[in-house]
């Protein structure tokens, strides 16, 4: 069974930066794409960063630049670098795993594809 497991999150003035960490076990990451999204209250889960087991990635409008999704060379752990953090990057951010089928099926913004999520992490940023 795979398991999720996110770090990082925290309390940072606009233009600060936070990494965020995602411990992934029980999975062969040859057959999963992972991605980060993230949900402010009152708001639907937006996808930010997606990384197929190929190593493309794959960024939102609202974040390209300035954050960037990577693995380490096992693929046990995800993480995800942000810089120039900005208020509107508040929220609770998730990893997710979707097996390959739905990473080719759907796209890389479509929540419906993942599988298994992290609990999430809480990111604030203060202007």
């Known amino acids: 069974q795979v398991q999720l497991v996110e770090s990082g999150g925290g309390s940072v003035m606009a233009g600060g930066s936070l990494r965020l960490s995602c411990a992934a076990s029980?999975?062969?990451?040859?057959?999963?794409?992972m991605a980060w999204f993230r949900q402010a209250p009152g708001n639907e889960r937006e996808g930010v960063a997606r990384?197929?087991?190929?190593?493309?990635?794959r960024y939102s409008d609202s974040v390209k630049g300035r954050f960037t999704i990577s693995q380490d060379n096992a693929r046990s752990t995800l993480y995800l670098q942000m810089n120039s953090l900005k208020p509107e990057d508040t929220a609770m951010y998730y990893c997710?795993?979707?097996?390959?089928?739905?990473?080719?099926?759907?796209?890389?913004?479509?929540?419906?594809?993942?599988?298994?999520w992290g609990q999430g992490t809480r990111v604030t940023v203060s202007s």
């Open positions: 997710a795993a979707a097996k390959l089928a739905n990473c080719i099926t759907f796209g890389p913004w479509f929540p419906i594809a993942y599988t298994t």
């Open positions: 029980g999975y062969t990451s040859s057959g999963y794409c």
């Open positions: 990384i197929d087991n190929d190593g493309t990635t």
